[in-house]
């Protein structure tokens, strides 16, 4: 996604949206990576409520 106060915001927005329209599995991908972060986000929010450290490996999978 592109940075809203990016500089060059609307150009990136477009440049995303058309790789978006390019084909089916680019936004197939991005909604993958997007409950991604949303799964990582609420453990994150559970692991600080119950005072445990969170740490997203680099493959992403723990």
Same mark, same amino acid.
């Given at each position: 996604?592109? %940075? +809203? &106060?990016? +500089? ?9 949206? @058309?790789?978006? #329209? /390019?084909? +089916?599995? !680019? /936004?197939? %991908? *991005?909604?993958? $990576?997007?409950?991604? !972060? $949303? =799964? ?8 600080? /409520?119950?005072?445990? &450290? *969170? =740490? =997203? &490996?680099? #493959?992403? $999978? @723990?």
């Amino acid at each position: 996604m592109p %940075d +809203p &106060t990016a +500089p060059q915001y609307r150009q990136a927005r477009r440049a995303f949206a @058309d790789w978006l #329209d /390019a084909a +089916p599995g !680019h /936004a197939i %991908d *991005f909604e993958r $990576l997007r409950r991604w !972060h $949303l =799964v990582q986000n609420q453990l994150a929010a559970a692991a600080r /409520a119950e005072g445990r &450290t *969170f =740490v =997203v &490996t680099e #493959d992403g $999978l @723990d």
